[in-house]
């Protein structure tokens, strides 16, 4: 068996409809134009990247964005001063500091600092609780992709089994908190594991739905899982290639070759979890901005 293919690009194209025409929606019927204000601190290559593709992404769908470029020696003080500002700003519904952050700035005070209403990165603790006791204002974007593509690729984790591989506040942690609530799209019993687990194949073996997310290279491998799981790779690792120009390209933490032989479906890396990110930021902002 070859596993089918759960494709994040063409799921994500979908949902980047759906809110295009709540947008228009939101324009028409209530004025409003929904904004997110996108806080880029120095210069790391990849993060220049993401913001760059936040920001396309949102004139794609009739938002309102700017990008607030700050110099990688900006003190903490005055980082936590422009956030204020940002959360006192009618224009923008949404503020996304985008992380990392240069090593003098605690991210964590950050994270706190934006407003809980315009938070659309779903970190701000306040955010993270309403998850967990069942009341989410916004889902965290990976996860939220993670929990669309199992629904709309046919997939549907109710009852099932689920193995999180990585406990991070960003990914681990929160799926963890949406899956296990008693609702449509969730209800499944969840396992989470992660540097501390004994035996790790044992409890993937164990899995109807794996979820990847440990930050290492192709480290699920086709002895880790059984024949027909469905597996959402969220991992995105540079590996060396010289036979691409670049001299490196991207791969998950599943190790996809071997992996699909078993797998009843598979997300690919890239275009599967990636595109899914922004696609959910642009839906929490317009939610933000209906709220
Ligand atoms: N850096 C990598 N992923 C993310 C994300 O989802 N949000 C923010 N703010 N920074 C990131």
């Known amino acids: 068996m070859t596993a089918k293919i759960i494709d994040g690009n063409k799921i994500s194209e979908a949902i980047r409809q759906e809110v295009k025409s709540q947008v228009e929606e939101l324009k028409e019927k209530r004025g409003i134009t929904p904004g997110l204000a996108v806080v880029l601190v120095g210069e790391n290559p990849a993060s220049v990247v993401y913001v760059r593709n936040k920001g396309r992404a ?40 985008q992380f990392p952050l240069p090593r003098h700035i605690d991210e964590g005070k950050v994270i706190n600092a934006v407003n809980p209403n315009k938070d659309v990165d779903c970190f701000h603790p306040i955010n993270v609780g309403k998850i967990l006791v069942g009341e989410p204002r916004f889902l965290p974007c990976t996860p939220a992709g993670v929990q669309q593509l199992l629904i709309r690729g046919g997939y549907d984790p109710g009852g099932k089994h689920v193995v999180i591989c990585g406990r991070s506040n960003i990914v681990g942690k929160p799926l963890l908190a949406m899956l296990v609530q008693k609702r449509a799209g969730a209800n499944a019993t969840v396992t989470v594991c992660h540097t501390g687990t004994n035996d790790l194949a044992y409890h993937t073996r164990q899995a109807d739905i794996l979820v990847a997310a440990a930050g290492s290279p192709r480290v699920i491998t086709a002895d880790m899982v059984r024949e027909g799981v469905v597996i959402i790779d969220v991992g995105i690792n540079r590996v060396e290639d010289p036979s691409t120009k670049s001299g490196y390209r991207l791969v998950g933490d599943v190790d996809f070759d071997g992996v699909k032989e078993k797998a009843e479906a598979i997300t690919p890396v ?6 899914m990110t922004i696609a959910m930021l642009l839906s929490n902002t317009v939610k933000a901005a209906a709220s």
Do not use: W
């Open 270 to 275: 890239p275009g599967g979890v990636g595109p």
């Open 58 to 97: 949102c004139q794609e769908v009739g938002m309102y964005t700017e990008t607030i470029r700050l110099p990688a020696e900006i003190s903490e003080a005055e980082l936590l001063s422009t956030v204020a500002q940002l959360n006192n700003d009618l224009k923008f519904h949404g503020i996304l500091v």
